[in-house]
């Protein structure tokens, strides 16, 4: 029986009083085998119904979704959509009516079906200007040469300083204390798993939430994390220990709730 919206609003709701440092929680999915990815390269195949209304519960309670550049572009993203089983939740906490959606991008170039969504917004009734959030470095701002500010606005376009960056990588600790300074404490990250990896190494992963589902991928498929180090290349760090908190399951899906242990 699959899981019910309220069940998974409890499972999924956020700690209050959130951390000063805000809350950082990883959703991610891996087949039964452990596979990051389904045989066609995205994690989206993997989904089923079960971990699609939880991964849309998740985006419903959350300030912001926090994803990289890549899977953004391999996984299409788009900016999140209202959910209405969290409309009231949301309210209640002051919350906007709609994450905002921020991509890590050293380049500074936007995934084309992210741009084209929050392009779409913007045009809206509404005037939106604040759905999405460009975070990158300086050398992707210079090369736009001021065009990813008139394109997103000065104020969607977070630049990290030249000491945060290495090798055209943003750090994943700056990044997460941006978007919390900015009033979006509760932060999903979708990863991918290089991504992850870089918050982990950070110190900032307060819990994971991942979702395994009944598959079978084989091959050479990498798992939800690509390592430990704080940047590809470095030494891996120890490895992190979690303690599982919730579980929800249904006949092809197993949703968990692991809190990093401090």
């Given at each position: 029986m699959r899981p019910t919206a309220d069940q998974l609003r409890s499972m999924y709701a956020?700690?209050?009083p959130l951390p000063a440092r805000g809350w950082v929680r990883a959703s991610m999915v891996s087949s039964a085998d452990g596979a990051a990815t389904g045989p066609d390269g995205r994690s989206g195949s993997l989904a089923t119904v079960t971990d699609s209304a939880a991964l849309a519960t998740m985006r419903g309670l959350a300030d912001v979704i926090l994803v990289g550049?890549?899977?953004?572009?391999?996984?299409?993203?788009?900016?999140?959509?209202?959910?209405?089983?969290t409309a009231a939740t949301r309210a209640a906490l002051g919350q906007a009516p709609v994450a905002v959606m921020a991509v890590l991008t050293g380049s500074g170039i936007v995934p084309e079906t992210l741009g084209r969504s929050a392009e779409r917004a913007r045009a809206g009734a509404a005037g939106d200007h604040t759905r999405l959030l460009v975070v990158t470095t300086p050398a992707g701002e210079q090369a736009h040469a001021?065009?990813?500010?008139?394109?997103?606005g000065v104020d969607a376009v977070l630049v990290c300083p030249p000491h945060t960056s290495r090798d055209g990588r943003i750090d994943a600790e700056w990044a997460v204390d941006a978007l919390v300074q900015r009033g979006l404490p509760r932060v999903l990250c979708e990863g991918g798993p290089g991504l992850l990896a870089a918050v982990?190494?950070?110190?900032?992963?307060?819990?994971?939430c991942l979702s395994v589902t009944?598959?079978?991928?084989?091959g050479a498929a990498g798992r939800i994390v690509a390592g430990l180090g704080r940047h590809p290349g470095d030494p891996a760090a120890d490895a992190v220990d979690l303690t599982l908190e919730r579980v929800l399951h249904d006949t092809d899906t197993v949703l968990t709730r692991w809190r990093v242990r401090r």
């Open positions: 956020y700690p209050e550049a890549g899977t953004a572009a391999t996984e299409k993203y788009g900016l999140a959509e209202p959910h209405a089983g001021g065009a990813l500010h008139d394109q997103w982990v190494a950070a110190g900032r992963l307060d819990e994971l009944g598959r079978l991928v084989g």
